[in-house]
């Protein structure tokens, strides 16, 4: 019993930051249809963001509460910044080509951001991976038994965050006059633009949003695993985006339900099957989820015209 | 009588060599800096040898990716060379090493070797580390009849590459037998538990190895659970290996897998001793796994902190050549080959390649830095290996394992 509950800790707090990063590619895909692939290393570059930032601040202020909010709050911005950066000269010259063109180009900016902060020159951090800081002191707040059950603050405020953030984008998108611009020039950009909707200001915005929501996510990935690398994000963006199709991209709550259970899948496979089925596992379930409902769990299918 | 002219030149040739490196107490692998260029120089420049030289030839990650691997093999290389000439050198002649730069790269290494044979004439090969880059090497020294002998290449393929290949290190698999038996004996755990890196072949080679020794032994595996190397996340099969309460956790993996897992299994309550292979040795260990790591061990080829005289000698000889510098697992090795090689080369009735083959075949109980060399009917070194505790951010000396 208390494994099990342990399980079903260490699987909600794995699929916490999947549903934050799947967020990003739901959010992006819902307003472009481009799966930016790029998201995942976009995460990792605002991880180091945070990283420096830390170090900057030394050991004493990164446990107090504004140093924390200093650390992500330098993360967002900075990652908000470079997804300007990445539409404005990758995606939007490409918007009226054919959609895999950008495809293409997200796969390119991917590499480039995981293989370029390999390199040890000047700023870039080098291939070697390393240590988070401990941006929040960890304790102990729940302890089932002689430590049989085990729940860290950090996991408790993660999971608070994360949950803030969603329901946050959830009120932006449904909520706000912003939101319903979105949704407009996701439904068609051409027509939005005639009906006086800035388009691309809107399409770089969203771009903005996902990206800090990245960073955030990244951040509360690397106090869970305390290890920052510069291929993490290959790694947790396939994930994260396994979650988005599992719940039915371009839809918020698929995004995160998908990324829960797909923790859960993934904890329980390692826990009560055989560790090396972890992955096998995880996408036989995104297989499972395609073919009984083709547009994800909360998707629709969309009737394409031939 | 023909040939009288040419080899007298040689030995001019050689004389105003020896004469111009004169301030170079160790011909060409001097200075670690100052090495590279004499390196390069000689290979080109410098006729075959003649009468009173014996060449050996070395090919190393000078530079690229595993740089720091080839440059302390290199100093360790030299200090026995330079130790072996002090000495009188082989058979009234001196050694003289030439030193290949392969960058890191396999091909590179490949190329080198058939210069040290067509163009050098080297009697013998010492290289590489990386096991890729000596499979590459293996494959022309064996066609070409030339022994070679890596000094840390433990990939067990790579002796399979034919009889003129050596190693003075042990294969992967005897530090799954090292664990086992340190876990058995000086730990006296009963139960333990299993995390392998399934990605690795080293891994699993490891773990094979360890699990049935350990059983052998009257131990008892309690769980194997597996991750992938690049994975992070490690909570659900220490949760799961936590249920079967093991006294030790055998993770035979890399580094910088090793320092998250070892906090994670903190995190959990899991305060038993982590156990790896030499994949652990990395400063890098220390920083990922900070205080979590404390208290585990890992067995690897040799440390610094043994209390061996000749280990203790041979620090102080290399720190007095390299500005100071600790020699590492590495350097020890370069230094045990080398030994073997020169001691092979004094046996030898001549400097063919079949006589040196032989007499390196030969090597029984040779007394290595990194351990007592014999090297068995597959060519490969058995010795000891030492176990290493984490301690207070470093690793200390613990014990030694023999075969």
Same mark, same amino acid.
């Given at each position: 019993?208390?494994?099990?509950?342990?399980?079903?800790?260490?699987? $909600?707090?794995?699929?916490?930051?999947?549903? $934050?990063?799947?967020?990003?590619y739901?959010?992006?895909?819902?307003?472009?249809?481009?799966?930016?692939?790029?998201?995942?290393?976009?995460?990792?570059?605002?991880?180091?963001m945070?990283?420096?930032?830390?170090?900057?601040?030394?050991?004493?202020?990164q446990?107090?509460?504004?140093?924390?909010?200093?650390?992500?709050?330098?993360?967002?911005?900075?990652?908000?910044?470079l997804?300007?950066?990445?539409?404005?000269?990758?995606?939007?010259?490409?918007?009226?080509?054919?959609r895999?063109?950008?495809?293409?180009?997200?796969?390119?900016?991917?590499?480039?951001?995981?293989?370029?902060?390999?390199?040890?020159?000047?700023?870039?951090?080098?291939?070697?991976?390393?240590?988070?800081?401990?941006? !929040?002191?960890?304790?102990?707040?729940?302890?089932?038994?002689?430590? +049989?059950?085990?729940?860290?603050?950090?996991?408790v405020?993660?999971?608070?965050?994360?949950?803030?953030?969603?329901?946050?984008?959830q009120?932006?998108?449904?909520? %706000?006059?912003?939101?319903?611009?979105?949704?407009?020039?996701?439904?068609?950009?051409?027509?939005?633009?005639?009906?006086?909707?800035?388009?691309?200001?809107?399409?770089?915005?969203?771009?903005?949003?996902?990206?800090?929501?990245?960073?955030?996510?990244?951040?509360?990935?690397?106090?869970?695993?305390?290890?920052?690398?510069?291929?993490?994000?290959?790694?947790?963006?396939?994930k994260?985006?396994?979650?988005?199709v599992?719940?039915?991209?371009?839809?918020?709550?698929?995004?995160?339900?998908?990324?829960?259970? $797909?923790?859960?899948?993934?904890?329980?496979?390692?826990?009560?099957?055989?560790?090396?089925?972890r992955?096998?596992?995880?996408?036989?379930?995104?297989?499972?989820?395609?073919?009984?409902?083709?547009g994800?769990?909360?998707?629709?299918?969309?009737?394409?015209?031939? | 009588?023909?040939? #009288?002219?040419?080899?007298? #030149?040689?030995?001019l040739?050689? $004389?105003?060599?020896?004469?111009?490196?004169?301030?170079?107490?160790?011909g060409?692998?001097?200075?670690?800096?100052?090495?590279?260029?004499?390196?390069?120089?000689?290979?080109?420049?410098?006729?075959?040898?003649?009468?009173?030289?014996?060449?050996?030839?070395?090919?190393?990650?000078?530079?690229?990716?595993?740089?720091?691997?080839?440059?302390?093999?290199?100093?360790?290389?030299?200090?026995?060379?330079?130790?072996a000439?002090?000495?009188?050198?082989?058979?009234?002649?001196?050694?003289?090493?030439?030193?290949?730069?392969?960058?890191?790269?396999?091909?590179?290494?490949?190329?080198?070797?058939?210069?040290?044979?067509?163009?050098?004439?080297?009697?013998?090969?010492l290289g590489?580390?990386?096991?890729?880059?000596?499979?590459?090497?293996?494959?022309?020294?064996?066609?070409?009849?030339v022994?070679?002998? %890596?000094?840390?290449?433990?990939?067990?393929?790579?002796?399979?590459?034919? +009889?003129? !290949?050596?190693?003075?290190?042990?294969?992967?698999?005897?530090?799954?037998?090292?664990?086992?038996?340190?876990?058995?004996?000086?730990?006296?755990?009963?139960?333990?538990?299993?995390?392998? +890196?399934?990605?690795?072949?080293?891994?699993?080679?490891?773990?094979?190895?360890?699990?049935?020794?350990?059983?052998?032994?009257?131990?008892?595996i309690?769980?194997?659970e597996?991750?992938?190397?690049?994975? %992070?996340?490690?909570?659900?099969?220490?949760?799961?290996?936590?249920?079967?309460?093991?006294?030790g956790?055998?993770?035979?993996?890399?580094?910088?897998?090793?320092?998250i897992?070892?906090?994670?299994?903190?995190?959990?309550?899991?305060?038993?001793?982590?156990?790896?292979?030499?994949?652990?040795?990395s400063?890098?260990?220390?920083?990922?796994?900070?205080?979590?790591?404390?208290?585990?061990?890992?067995?690897?080829?040799?440390?610094?902190?043994?209390?061996?005289?000749?280990?203790?000698?041979?620090?102080?000889?290399?720190?007095?050549?390299?500005?100071?510098?600790v020699?590492?697992?590495?350097?020890?090795?370069?230094?045990?080959?080398?030994?073997?090689?020169?001691e092979?080369?004094?046996?030898?009735?001549? %400097?063919s390649?079949?006589?040196?083959?032989?007499?390196?075949?030969?090597?029984?109980?040779f007394?290595?830095?990194?351990?007592?060399i014999?090297?068995?009917?597959?060519?490969?070194?058995?010795?000891?290996?030492?176990?290493?505790?984490?301690?207070?951010?470093k690793?200390?000396?613990?014990?030694?394992?023999?075969p």
């Amino acid at each position: 019993m208390s494994q099990l509950l342990q399980h079903l800790i260490n699987g $909600l707090a794995a699929g916490t930051i999947y549903a $934050l990063v799947a967020l990003g590619y739901t959010m992006v895909y819902g307003v472009l249809k481009l799966i930016n692939f790029a998201h995942g290393d976009v995460m990792m570059v605002g991880v180091y963001m945070g990283y420096a930032t830390a170090f900057a601040l030394g050991r004493q202020a990164q446990h107090s509460l504004w140093g924390v909010v200093l650390i992500f709050a330098v993360a967002m911005v900075g990652c908000a910044l470079l997804g300007f950066l990445i539409e404005r000269f990758a995606y939007r010259p490409l918007r009226e080509k054919p959609r895999l063109t950008a495809l293409i180009t997200a796969i390119g900016i991917s590499f480039a951001l995981s293989y370029g902060f390999q390199l040890d020159i000047g700023f870039l951090p080098g291939a070697s991976p390393r240590a988070f800081p401990e941006v !929040i002191t960890p304790s102990e707040w729940f302890i089932v038994g002689d430590r +049989d059950v085990v729940v860290w603050n950090w996991q408790v405020i993660s999971f608070l965050i994360a949950v803030g953030l969603m329901a946050g984008l959830q009120f932006l998108v449904y909520r %706000t006059r912003f939101g319903k611009a979105m949704r407009a020039v996701s439904f068609d950009h051409r027509t939005a633009a005639l009906m006086g909707i800035p388009t691309d200001r809107i399409i770089a915005l969203t771009f903005m949003l996902s990206s800090a929501l990245a960073a955030g996510a990244g951040l509360l990935y690397a106090i869970k695993d305390t290890s920052v690398s510069p291929l993490m994000g290959l790694y947790v963006g396939l994930k994260a985006f396994v979650a988005a199709v599992i719940g039915g991209i371009g839809n918020v709550p698929g995004a995160v339900v998908g990324a829960l259970l $797909l923790g859960l899948v993934e904890e329980f496979v390692v826990g009560y099957a055989a560790s090396t089925w972890r992955d096998a596992v995880a996408f036989g379930f995104l297989i499972l989820v395609l073919l009984v409902k083709p547009g994800g769990l909360f998707g629709r299918v969309a009737a394409e015209k031939v | 009588m023909r040939r #009288l002219a040419p080899m007298l #030149l040689a030995a001019l040739a050689v $004389l105003a060599a020896a004469c111009e490196k004169k301030p170079q107490p160790t011909g060409e692998a001097g200075g670690a800096p100052a090495a590279q260029a004499p390196a390069t120089a000689q290979g080109g420049g410098t006729p075959p040898a003649g009468d009173d030289v014996i060449v050996l030839g070395e090919v190393g990650a000078l530079t690229g990716g595993q740089a720091t691997f080839g440059i302390s093999t290199r100093n360790g290389v030299a200090l026995a060379v330079k130790e072996a000439n002090a000495a009188g050198g082989v058979k009234g002649k001196k050694l003289v090493v030439r030193v290949y730069d392969d960058q890191s790269k396999p091909e590179e290494a490949a190329q080198a070797v058939t210069r040290l044979i067509t163009q050098d004439k080297v009697v013998l090969i010492l290289g590489e580390v990386a096991s890729s880059s000596s499979l590459a090497m293996a494959e022309k020294a064996q066609a070409a009849g030339v022994p070679m002998i %890596t000094p840390s290449s433990t990939n067990p393929t790579v002796t399979e590459k034919g +009889d003129n !290949i050596f190693r003075v290190c042990f294969i992967d698999p005897f530090q799954g037998f090292v664990m086992a038996k340190f876990a058995r004996e000086n730990l006296k755990l009963n139960k333990v538990a299993v995390l392998q +890196d399934n990605k690795s072949a080293y891994s699993i080679g490891l773990t094979e190895v360890f699990r049935q020794k350990f059983t052998e032994m009257g131990g008892k595996i309690t769980a194997t659970e597996s991750y992938s190397q690049g994975d %992070t996340d490690y909570r659900a099969q220490l949760t799961a290996i936590k249920k079967t309460q093991p006294e030790g956790i055998y993770v035979p993996g890399y580094y910088s897998e090793v320092g998250i897992i070892a906090r994670q299994a903190r995190e959990l309550g899991l305060k038993v001793p982590l156990m790896g292979g030499d994949g652990w040795d990395s400063e890098k260990l220390f920083e990922l796994g900070g205080s979590a790591i404390e208290g585990s061990y890992f067995s690897n080829h040799y440390s610094p902190d043994n209390p061996d005289e000749r280990v203790k000698k041979f620090i102080a000889d290399y720190k007095a050549d390299n500005n100071g510098a600790v020699p590492d697992a590495l350097a020890a090795l370069g230094y045990d080959a080398a030994r073997v090689a020169i001691e092979a080369l004094k046996r030898a009735p001549d %400097t063919s390649g079949p006589a040196v083959r032989a007499a390196i075949a030969q090597t029984k109980d040779f007394p290595g830095v990194a351990g007592n060399i014999t090297l068995d009917a597959k060519r490969n070194a058995v010795k000891s290996a030492v176990v290493l505790k984490v301690q207070d951010g470093k690793s200390t000396y613990v014990t030694t394992i023999s075969p």
